[in-house]
Nanobody
Framework: QVQLVESGGGLVQTGGSLRLSCVTSGGTASTYAMGWFRQAPGKEREFVAAINWSGDRTSYADSVKSRFTISRDNAKNTVFLQMNSLKPEDTAVYYC????????????????????WGQGTQVTVSS
């Protein structure tokens, strides 16, 4: 059973930065595509970013493109989300997720394509 634990959330002012981490255990990191999603109060969970198992292909939601960067360190079983130029509308609980795959070209953007989820970490951006 794969387990994911997020960390790095917190309170930051508009324009600030945060770096989220997600450590995986119970599986081989290099066999999973990884994604970050977020859910604001009263809203559905939405896609933020995804990365393939080898770390050389990424995908972003339009709302975070050029501000957020997803990366991974398979030796440390960790995926990161660097968030810069944060806005109040980025306030949400951020979740990392893992999708088992053998394809370098698979890094999905939809919730149902992910097999495992973390518990989430709160990010609050004050105006």
């Amino acid at each position: 059973q794969v387990q994911l634990v997020e960390s790095g959330g917190g309170l930051v002012q508009t324009g600030g930065s945060l770096r989220l981490s997600c450590v995986t255990s119970g599986g081989t990191a290099s066999t999973y595509a990884m994604g970050w999603f977020r859910q604001a109060p009263g809203k559905e969970r939405e896609f933020v970013a995804a990365i393939n198992w080898s770390g050389d292909r990424t995908s972003y939601a339009d709302s975070v493109k050029s501000r957020f960067t997803i990366s991974r360190d398979n030796a440390k079983n960790t995926v990161f989300l660097q968030m810069n130029s944060l806005k109040p509308e980025d306030t949400a609980v951020y979740y990392c997720a893992a999708s088992y795959t053998s394809s370098r070209y698979y890094y999905p953007r939809t919730l149902r394509d992910y097999d495992y989820w973390g518990q989430g970490t709160q990010v609050t951006v004050s105006s």
